[in-house]
């Protein structure tokens, strides 16, 4: 009751400890178990082709036993592992270094940064035929298109970051003498850390989308694939399954790694 | 502590070679005629301040000493030595505190002597020495985000000693903070100045601050600064703020602050005239 009656705008007021009872972030869990359970009922219920949808309960144990499925372990998932690692590796070494080169040259900022800004406006995925024309359909196209598509973000938020350090502490490096080296060990990566390591999360997540969507369009084998396959020849089950494992992975992926590179960061502390 | 501080700073004046030396000084931004001609000599372990009015060139000036920027004009000595570039003995203590956010306390003072290459067992050794001097104690594992303004330039002027300096250029190294702890700051300083006997020159818009660090104030007038006065502060050292009450020291702010009111209303209808 006092709480309504509060004259705190509600967009400016804490999330309260509570709600109706339950604590905040239990309402999360109850939205999503909520949804889970309706969809199996919904499957269940007989109202709905089981070519069209399956039951959740479903969905998750084909997944789980597709971790037992050799083939599918080696072949698809470690394949796709493999692929994301090397996009999201590249992307960052590269994305860093170019977001550094643009930072110290006026000229280079001047060439690129048009193309960073506009990047995404690029359905890239449509450049998949030139891809195949250019490379094939091996691992290479892959890689391509994942690291293109995931360095700008990386780029862009490098940039941020080498650009926002305070000029007073370029003041200092120059009355320090410092080196050009020690400069950007020192005083620019410290200083724009924070930056990247938003950027990489953001790098990690694109890396994933393009690694799977490429396989979905032009492999013939992967993660992706096993999704497309499963679609195409109606296994349902196996599709669904797909998706669920897919999903989990990319989520597990992300919190880990957002998990670990805040442990770098000062802003954190 | 100060016995052997005093003679040295009473002996300063008549000492050889002085450590800074300017001899017609001009600074030129474009066409903006900026700063001087300036001549200027501070003498081993002597503190000297420089008040005026905003945008009269003090900063520029220090900047030249600094070697952080090329004067137009002049000759500047540093040392008995023409000015070539960024000098290992000058020691810079900025505006804003230039703290570094990413690191600790004592790594923050340590971070000039890691510049210049010493061994990390040294130099944080050093810097624990300096922060114990600075008043730090206890807080060397701190960042600086969970330091107070004053606590920050507390670092940044414990990072100024880390190098051995021999002359210390302050701009306006207190502007930020409130009164209160501007004032316990400038005895700190002086404290610590005393101790290790260096050159300083102090820039600052505080007239009190000024005469109670000061062996000399010099009173600039509005662009293109040139000196317009010079005023000798004989109060006895170790200094505190109740100083400033005696007579010579309220003498000697009366005339600086007459200085400044005079150039500062000329410029301010200077400025009013040219929309």
């Known amino acids: ?269 | 502590m100060t016995t052997q501080m005093k003679e040295k700073r009473d002996s300063a004046p008549t000492a050889p070679t002085p450590i800074v030396q300017l001899e017609g000084v001009e600074q030129h931004f474009g066409p903006v005629h900026a700063l001087g001609p300036v001549d200027l000599t501070i003498g081993r372990g002597e503190f000297v301040s420089i008040v005026g009015p905003s945008g009269c060139g003090k900063s520029t000036l220090l900047e030249i000493i600094g070697a952080l920027q090329d004067p137009a004009r002049g000759s500047v000595e540093v040392d008995g030595a023409p000015l070539t570039g960024p000098r290992r003995r000058t020691a810079i203590v900025f505006q804003e505190s230039a703290t570094l956010p990413w690191r600790t306390v004592v790594d923050n003072v340590a971070f000039a002597l890691e510049v210049r290459g010493i061994g990390r067992k040294e130099r944080r050794e050093r810097a624990r020495e300096l922060v114990e001097l600075v008043g730090l104690g206890g807080f060397e594992n701190h960042y600086p985000a969970q330091l107070s303004g004053g606590m920050r330039q507390r670092v940044a002027m414990a990072r100024a000693m880390s190098t051995d300096p021999d002359l210390i250029l302050a701009d306006e190294p207190f502007g930020a903070l409130d009164e209160q702890t501007r004032m316990l700051m400038a005895e700190e300083l002086l404290r610590v100045v005393e101790r290790i006997g260096c050159g300083v020159l102090f820039i600052t818009h505080s007239i009190q601050e000024s005469v109670l660090l000061s062996d000399r104030v010099l009173v600039m007038g509005r662009r293109p600064g040139t000196f317009i006065d010079e005023v000798p502060i004989d109060l006895p050292r170790p200094r505190m703020h109740a100083a400033l009450s005696e007579p010579s020291a309220t003498a000697a702010q009366e005339r600086i602050w007459a200085q400044i009111r005079a150039e500062a209303e000329v410029a301010m209808v200077a400025t009013r005239s040219t929309p």
């Open chain 1, 1 to 269: 009751m006092k709480a309504r009656s509060s004259v705190v705008p509600s967009y400016v007021r804490p999330t309260p400890r509570r709600v109706a009872g339950l604590p905040s972030p239990a309402w999360t869990v109850v939205l999503v178990a909520g949804l889970v359970v309706a969809i199996e009922l919904y499957a269940r219920s007989g109202a709905v082709s089981r070519l069209d949808l399956i039951p959740v309960s479903e969905m998750v144990s084909r997944s789980v036993e597709l971790l037992g499925d050799r083939d599918f372990v080696v072949g698809a998932l470690l394949r796709s592992v493999l692929l994301i690692c090397a996009s999201f590796t590249a992307s960052a070494v590269a994305g860093v270094a170019v977001a550094y080169v643009m930072a110290r040259s006026r000229w280079v900022h001047r060439a690129v940064k048009p193309y960073v800004n506009v990047f995404y406006a690029l359905p890239i995925f449509a450049l998949y035929p030139v891809m195949v024309v250019m490379f094939g359909t091996g691992v290479v196209p892959i890689i391509l298109l994942a690291t293109l598509f995931s360095v700008v973000i990386v780029i862009s938020n490098a940039l941020v970051g080498f650009e926002s350090a305070p000029p007073i502490v370029t003041k200092l490096a120059l009355s320090l003498e410092m080196s050009r080296s020690q400069q950007l060990r020192k005083i620019l990566l410290p200083s724009a850390l924070p930056d990247i390591l938003a950027g990489l999360k953001l790098g990690l997540a694109y890396a994933i989308i393009a690694v799977l969507a490429t396989e979905f369009i032009l492999a013939t084998t992967g993660l992706g694939q096993v999704v497309n396959r499963a679609y195409n020849n109606f296994n349902t089950v196996d599709m669904y399954a797909g998706i669920v494992f897919v999903s989990v992975f990319a989520l597990l992926a992300n919190l880990a790694l957002g998990a670990a590179l805040n442990a770098f960061d000062w802003r954190r502390r």
